[in-house]
């Protein structure tokens, strides 16, 4: 009987290694033949190339839940180096995110505004700096019930003196610098650091407007008026000038042909993404204990705000 259960082990144990073995080969083909065929199709035809911007907005790679500007700038500078791709058409449902991901992204979509034209399909949500980007295309489509604006910017750190204090605990930090633990949670910050943050927080949001202002070709304190931290729909957003029509992907590839020249509708390239590509990704962040690539404080990235988080600022 234990004989049994022993080889019955093996059994599964073999089993389990030979599947995920074959899913990766499966998985390598895919990518390749997927990546064959759109370099056939891109070389082919004229056409335009849809780039998503969904969830959270960080530095480095794009996770399943989240943007990475390192995965969109990629994406941006192929498309500029491809001459039979006269566009992209931008769909974006995101929150916002941290600062310089969202300045890279616009600075890198108004430089090839020059040369294409960009389009964007605002989905349930595209606030802060969701619409950081968005406001470095030609036309911006949203539907009614799209949440947009959040135009501001927010930092924030805990406080844990009152339960240390309860708890009768105590932290020791050593430090070379004097502001070097600004934001700690383990300390009231001073006035004087507290002016820093702000000083910090005013240039950036300054930023902001003045890009939004570059962007959508609007008068600064037209900005100034749909800002500070104010949410609309879509039809609401239009006539504060930060979208320009209702509308959804339909829309917005008829305009992006339109803006383009081109008669009749433009061919839409997307990236499809296999299901093995997706459960092996699921797969690996499980083993590793990676859920994406963002800062502390993750819940706060639920609210459609623009992020300078400490960990943003560390050197």
Known sequence: MERNKILLFFILLFTLISTILGLFTITSKSNKQSKIQTQKIMKEGVGAVLIRIEGEIHSGKSTYSSTGADTVLSKIREVSEKPDIKGILLEINSPGGTVAASQEIFEELLSLRKEKKIVVSMKD????GG???????????????TITGSIGVITMSPDLTGLMEKMNVRMNVYKAGKYKDILSMFREATSEEEGIINDLLSDTYKRFLSDISRGRNLALNKVEKAAEGKIYSGERAIKMQ????IGGRKEALEKLSELCGQEGQLQLFE???????????LFNNKLTGITNHLPMHSEIYKSPVLLVLPSALRF
């Open 125 to 128: 949500l595209a606030a802060s």
């Open 242 to 245: 930060l979208v320009d029509a």
């Open 131 to 145: 619409y950081y980007i968005a406001s470095a295309a030609d036309y911006i489509y949203a539907e009614p019930g």
């Open 271 to 281: 990236e499809e993404e296999s299901p093995f590509d997706r459960m092996l990704h």
